[in-house]
């Protein structure tokens, strides 16, 4: 491990501004909102008066009044929804002659042809997509910190100049994020496995609760709460972003038809007895399939899962508890490396899930039950 | 809320025994280990002997040898894989001429139509399905506090006597968790919607994971984490549970695969401008009805999910910050409501999500921040 920081954004800038802003919703106002706090000088505008007057009195930077004077920036960051990304992204393009720009859209290879199209000077053009975000949306939202530790994903085109790539790569350092290099097809790619193709199967989860009785939902534990937390997400967000990835999106999703026609055949085949072993065999490789993808999900710090030992202790449902229970082992110097807490219906009590390295959780179990709590073994 | 603790399985036993367990996995051993902790008498049979020696070494019950005389239980609890649950229950029935017989496999209908088949007396027949599990399986996995807190379905026959009934529900209290009323078919069909088709669902979404390029793994983010933790369950056990319950499932899954094929449309229109609009009211009404359903899963202690604020606050990832966090809350006198820990690929800093009573998220980020902590407003 280096000894730089990477728990806090640099406390000097790489970017030299001006840095101009369009778009002051979540993602544009915390962009403004980091580089402010490490003294670029940015400036803002919104169609919306409202979010650009909430923009600027968190500090995300100064707003551009009608009749002002262009800005002259560095660097132009677009930060709009993905529907007009290519359409406010070439207007930048033509209005900014000096300027590098960059658009923060969740999809790129629409965004990257819809330019082409309309013959915008790429050179100066950066794809930029930052994997950061949070529930709400708007400015009021927005957090200097919103991409410290996050990949930010730059996508240049073949005809991107160095000197903007590198622009944009500083700018994502300075916010605290690690860039991570991908064209336009392989980013797309990318986040409809990881993130649009996840995003609809929990919503296609939770859609089957809407209508079910009571007494079922009472049955839920863990598993179907991490299952559909996301399916809260907002929808109209995300039907653009979906609709914008379209194609990469509906081939993983032909791709789970076929694995869902062939867990049918399978479950409707169990029923009859001569047919049992093969249900069986091919519900068993469906399960297994599932488990050597999990499997490859790289873990904290990247790389390979890491092999903790996992101590379960019960949490009594009484004020203060788990400050305790985490003041104690504060105490005792350990060093948690992951941490779930579960809690079903009807539960008084919660159950905590304490990770620590390999090797260190006889120790923590031993400790934990000489001070009086209940270690599940 | 009654004075009576639920934090614990009650000090005295209502269950009389002796009880007789038959198979002594992670379900089995559990329960002779809740019932030994209890002072009630429990003898063990599995066929196999590994499994066994390992269950009366752990002290869950004194193993029958082979010419052991007959126990003459006052309940029977067969703890064994689904596809042979009614076999062994028909045959304890049959062996155990004055007991209760159990079962606690987790799919119901089909053990229940099997054992009518055999014309077992199901006047002593009572289904369970204690909702609780590991990851682990086996008797050196087994807990006497599995069951506490968790839902217990019992599932009477309508040939099922009343005392059977209360006797199961006596030793589902015995073992701290709280009994639920199902019948057969409901019980199916609750547990398809909130466990067996989630499971699917997971392997479906992760199984894409096994042969995707690293670069996009590299992009994970907490969501996919959830949704593909439960991916790594056992290929086997899962194949036996799902065949079990196999036309409940299917139903669910023709449902799914109905969403599925509209979300692939709406994708396929979005390509072309025209139809759009409409791509986009698809897609967006599929995400919202996935939010409604996930607004009914019950929170904490059941009931409609209570509202929290959430302060998220940067832990760096150096030893002992995370339990300096929480020492420093207890001393707040702080009620944490829940808790989630996030970091994604490359991160070297945590995230903690902290969820305390509504109205109390803003005085904790004021003492957190004065104290050092860097919060995510």
């Not at 600027?56 to 993905?82: C, D, F, M, N, S």
């Not at 790129?108 to 053009?125: H, P, Q």
């Not at 009571?214 to 995300?238: C, E, F, H, V």
Request: aromatic letters at 2%; proline letters at 6%.
């Amino acid at each position: 491990m280096s000894g730089r920081r990477r728990d806090a954004p640099a406390p000097h800038a790489a970017t030299v501004g001006p840095v101009h802003i369009i778009g002051t919703g979540l993602i544009g106002a915390s962009v403004g909102l980091g580089l402010r706090s490490l003294g670029v000088d940015v400036s803002l505008e919104d169609p919306s008066p409202t979010a650009l007057a909430v923009a600027e009195q968190i500090g995300a930077g100064r707003a551009l009044g009608a009749k002002a004077p262009a800005p002259a920036p560095t660097i132009v960051v677009v930060a709009v929804p993905p529907d007009v990304a290519a359409e406010v992204t070439a207007a930048a393009l033509d209005r900014f002659r000096q300027a590098t720009v960059t658009d923060v859209a969740s999809v790129k290879a629409v965004v990257l042809a819809e330019l082409r199209a309309k013959e915008a000077d790429l050179a100066r053009y950066v794809g930029s997509h930052p994997m950061a975000g949070k529930e709400q949306a708007g400015p009021a939202a927005a957090s200097a910190d919103l991409f410290v530790g996050r990949p930010w994903v730059i996508v240049a085109a073949p005809e991107t100049s160095p000197a903007a790539g590198l622009a944009v790569r500083a700018l994502a350092a300075d916010l605290g994020s690690h860039p991570a290099y991908l064209d336009a097809a392989a980013h797309d790619a990318a986040v409809a496995l990881v993130s649009h193709v996840p995003q609809i199967l929990s919503s296609l989860t939770a859609a089957r609760l809407a209508e079910a009785p009571a007494a079922a939902l009472d049955l839920a534990g863990q598993g179907l709460r991490d299952m559909t937390r996301i399916a809260r997400s907002d929808p109209n967000l995300w039907a653009a972003i979906l609709a914008g990835n379209g194609p990469a999106i509906a081939g993983v999703l032909r791709e789970v038809r076929a694995d869902l026609e062939r867990a049918i055949v399978a479950l409707e085949l169990g029923v009859a007895g001569a047919t049992l072993g093969r249900a069986l065999v091919e519900l068993s490789d469906l399960i297994a399939s599932g488990g050597r993808g999990a499997a490859r999900i790289p873990g904290k710090h990247g790389g390979a899962p890491r092999s903790f030992d996992v101590v379960r202790v019960l949490v009594p449902d009484r004020p203060g508890e788990l400050g305790r229970l985490f003041q104690e082992m504060g105490q005792w110097g350990v060093n948690l490396e992951d941490l779930a807490l579960e809690h079903g219906a009807g539960q008084l009590v919660g159950l905590a899930a304490i990770a620590v390295a390999s090797g260190e959780g006889r120790a923590l179990a031993a400790n934990l039950e000489r001070a009086g709590w209940r270690v599940l073994v």
